[in-house]
């Protein structure tokens, strides 16, 4: 029997300008690919402890720091590896005793299971189901309190507020909400990410808009006895961050690529433009499915979701027959993300995304429904 997801066509006329939707790596604008094709020519292949290179890495630090509107005395710090090291390196150079979590999805738990390194206290987690969030309290004894900013896995946004305690340092993972979710960088400590999502760059770089009293507590830790490998130092990132390179060789791609991408948000009205296009793009989805009678955003609470990640439950219509069709027309990666099991689309309504080509994506997501209950 012919598997109808992939043998039915959707009308050119329906199809968007640009059919990708993923979560990340996201969309990367073809003027990001033609600044990559001229630093080819200049950049690529060379010494990354070269001035050229070194201006580079200055670039995208002044490019961060003006998009997310650094206070006084907050320095950008980059490092190689991705969110996924930086848990990691977060363990060794910036809890100090033990730590709290907000666990709603694979990520922040991720970060919480990092914590739980032999050197530290059991760390306090303060978990909600997919779908949801909770909120962290104040609990004794705790140095780091840590939470994503915009959980990848379900679409679940949190708000940045600093956490009151005495010499405690807010942490927020910003993987996918930086350059596309709003914030006071005065509430958090160190709000750090990789460059994969918004900012429509690959991975393998974390990057970290730091408080003084964050260098302070990285600076004491690295002074200290405590054992901290050199490629998980972030005392070493810091020193390199002043220095305007990293601990290793980068991945220059993924620097040009991001300082395209911080220039033309920054030209464009900075992070207020950036979160506010996302939004306009979530809107239409989120509106969408309270308007069909098979389609349900997966996050109740309105207040809670995500203007960057829109995960969609279906009922009735299978969200994989939907997503292969889909697929198979050109417009890609809006399946849910793998853990999470459920009958979904997950989609990317990033900076990059034009909100004309979400509509698109709309009227296509129709046409398959009605074409797969006929």
Known sequence: MTDPSTTL???????????????????????????????????????????????????????????????????????????????????????????????????????????????????????????????????????VYAWPHNETSTGVAAPVRRIAADGALTVIDATSAAGGIDFDAAEADVYYFAPQKNLGSDGGLWLALVSPAAIERIERIAASDRY????????????????????????LATLVLLDSQLAWMNEQGGLAWAAGRAATSSSLLYRWAEGVDYATPFVARAEDRSPVVVTIDFDGVDAAAVAKTLRANGVVDTEPYRKLGRNQLRIGTFASVEPSDVEALIACVEHVVAALRA
């Not at 020519?41 to 070269?50: A, K, N």
């Not at 991720?110 to 609990?139: C, D, H, Q, S, Y």
């Not at 901290?228 to 991945?251: G, H, Y």
């Open 9 to 143: 066509q959707i009308p050119a006329a329906l199809l968007p300008a640009d059919g990708r939707f993923g979560c990340g790596p996201s969309r990367v604008r073809d003027a990001q690919v033609e600044a990559l094709v001229a630093a080819s020519r200049t950049l690529l292949g060379t010494s990354h402890r070269q001035r050229p290179v070194r201006a580079l890495v200055g670039s995208v630090k002044a490019g961060l720091a003006s998009l997310l509107g650094a206070p006084e005395g907050y320095e950008v710090v980059l490092g190689n590896g991705g969110s996924s090291a930086f848990w990691d390196a977060a363990a060794f150079g910036l809890i100090e005793r033990r730590s709290a979590h907000g666990t709603w999805g694979e990520f922040g738990a991720k970060f919480a299971k990092a914590a739980k390194a032999p050197w530290l206290r059991g760390p306090a987690v303060a978990e909600a189901p997919a779908g949801a969030r909770t909120e962290l309290e104040v609990v004794d004894g705790v140095d």
């Open 228 to 251: 901290v490998p050199e490629f998980l130092s972030l005392k070493a990132a810091l020193d390199n961050s002043r220095l305007d390179q990293t601990l290793n060789t980068p991945a």
